[in-house]
C-alpha cells in the first residue's frame, strides 16, 4: 500500500459559546485568528504551515466535528477514498472546505468524522506585525508565554479500543504504536496510532457511553519542557486551573499538561517525546501499574481526565462514559501493583 496519509492538519470542534472559546485561545493559548465564516472561527498556531489548524464551530455542547489529516498527495487522496468505501464507510467528496477546497469527509465505524485533502493553502507572513525574519518560518513566534508552535495529535473516544486502532490501520495505513491493557484484566483502554515518526498523532480511549464519535482532547506542541512549564505557570497565574500535569506519559515519553477551554473540552500541551521511523513497528502492550500514563508511577490521574465530550448520557453510562472498575484501576494503578 502506498503511503496514504502525512500529517493531522486540523481539528473542528463545537462550543456552545463560540466568542468565549476563541478569546480563551487567542488570550491563554496564544492562538490567532485567521478567519470567520458562517459563525465559524478558524485559529492558527504561530507555527502552523497551513491557513488554521483549529475551528471552533457553534454548538450546543462540545464535540469533534471533524478531525483532518493531509494525504501524501492528490493519488493517495484517491486513493484512500476508495479503501473507505471498500471497507463500508460511508464517505462523501465536498469542495468548499475553507482555504483548502477539495477534500473527502466520511464518518469511520465508531462515529468519528475525518476529512481527508491533499490541497492546502500554505499560511506566510511577509510583512507586518506577523513576519517572521526566519523564511521557514510561517510567522514571528507568538508573544503569548508558552504559546504552542502547532497542533500535535487528537485522541478520540471508542467504545473498542483494539478494533479502533486495527481499522485506521488496515484502511488508512496508520501504524499502532502501542496500547495500554488494564492490570486486572485484559481490557484494551488505550492505543497510540501515528501517520508519520511521532509516537502518535491520533490517539484512542475507552468509550463506556453510549454516544459515538466522541473526543477526549487534543494537544498543541510547544519546542521545550521549559516552555511548557512556563505555560503551566503562566495559567495558573491567570486564574487557568490545569487538570493534569505537568508530568511524562510512559507511552511516547512526551511531557504533558491538560486544561480546559471554554466549552470545557480538554486541551493538552505536548513537548519531547521519542521519534520512531521503524515501518514494521510492533506494538507493545503497557499495563497502567508500568507508568504507560505516568513515567514517573507516582500520581494518579484524576477522575476527571475519564471525561470525554459531548458529556456521555443514556441508562448504560456512568456519568463520564467510563465503567467503575474500569475507572478504579486506570485512575490509581500503582496501589495494587507498587511502582514496579
Ligand atoms: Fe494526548
Same mark, same amino acid.
Not at 38 to 46: E, F, I, K, N
Not at 65 to 92: C, F, N, P, V, Y
Not at 227 to 238: F, G, H, K, Y
Not at 327 to 338: E, R, S, T
Given at each position: ?65 471533524? !478531525? ?45 468524522? !475525518? ?61 499502532? !504504536? ?57 495559567? !495558573?497565574?491567570?486564574?487557568? *486551573?490545569?487538570?493534569?500535569? *505537568?508530568?511524562i506519559h510512559g507511552i511516547g515519553e512526551q511531557n504533558f499538561l491538560y486544561y480546559r477551554e471554554p466549552s470545557t473540552l ?35 490521574? *484524576? ?19 467510563? *465503567? ?17
Amino acid at each position: 500500500m502506498i503511503k496514504l496519509l502525512s500529517h493531522l492538519s486540523y481539528v473542528a470542534i463545537t462550543s456552545p459559546d463560540v466568542e468565549a472559546s476563541v478569546t480563551f485561545y487567542e488570550e491563554q493559548v496564544g492562538l490567532t485568528v485567521v478567519d470567520r465564516i458562517d459563525g465559524a472561527v478558524y485559529l492558527r498556531c504561530w507555527g502552523d504551515y497551513y491557513s488554521y489548524s483549529i475551528v471552533v464551530i457553534p454548538g450546543d455542547e462540545p464535540s469533534l466535528d471533524t !478531525m483532518a489529516w493531509r494525504t501524501s498527495s492528490a493519488e493517495a487522496l484517491d486513493e484512500a477514498a476508495k479503501r473507505i468505501e471498500a471497507a463500508g464507510a460511508e464517505g462523501e467528496w465536498i469542495d468548499d472546505v475553507p482555504h483548502i477546497g477539495r477534500a473527502y469527509r466520511f464518518t469511520g465505524p465508531w462515529g468519528h468524522s !475525518m476529512t481527508l485533502h491533499w490541497d492546502v493553502t500554505r499560511h506566510h507572513d511577509t510583512e507586518g506585525d506577523a513576519a517572521s525574519i526566519y523564511p521557514d518560518r510561517p510567522s514571528r513566534r507568538s508573544k503569548v508565554a508558552g504559546a504552542p508552535r502547532q497542533l500535535d495529535h487528537v485522541t478520540i473516544a471508542s467504545s473498542d479500543v483494539d478494533a479502533f486502532a486495527q481499522w485506521y490501520n488496515d484502511v488508512l495505513g496508520f501504524r499502532i !504504536m502501542a496500547r495500554t491493557l488494564l492490570d486486572e484484566a485484559p481490557i484494551s483502554v488505550f492505543s497510540v496510532l501515528t501517520t508519520n515518526e511521532k509516537s502518535h498523532d491520533l490517539g484512542v480511549v475507552l468509550d463506556g457511553s453510549s454516544r459515538a464519535g466522541r473526543i477526549n482532547h487534543y494537544a498543541f506542541w510547544v519546542d521545550t519542557r521549559e516552555e511548557l512549564l512556563i505555560a503551566a505557570d503562566v495559567l !495558573m497565574e491567570n486564574g487557568i *486551573p490545569i487538570e493534569y500535569g *505537568p508530568s511524562i506519559h510512559g507511552i511516547g515519553e512526551q511531557n504533558f499538561l491538560y486544561y480546559r477551554e471554554p466549552s470545557t473540552l480538554r486541551i493538552e500541551l505536548n513537548t519531547g517525546g521519542y521519534r520512531n521511523y521503524v515501518p514494521d513497528w510492533e506494538p507493545n502492550t503497557w499495563r497502567p501499574s508500568l507508568g504507560s500514563n505516568n513515567f514517573y508511577r507516582n500520581s494518579a490521574m *484524576p477522575m476527571s481526565m475519564t471525561e470525554s465530550f459531548p458529556p456521555a448520557d443514556g441508562p448504560s453510562a456512568t456519568e463520564e462514559g467510563v *465503567p467503575d472498575e474500569i475507572k478504579d484501576a486506570l485512575l490509581n494503578p500503582y496501589a495494587k501493583h507498587g511502582r514496579g
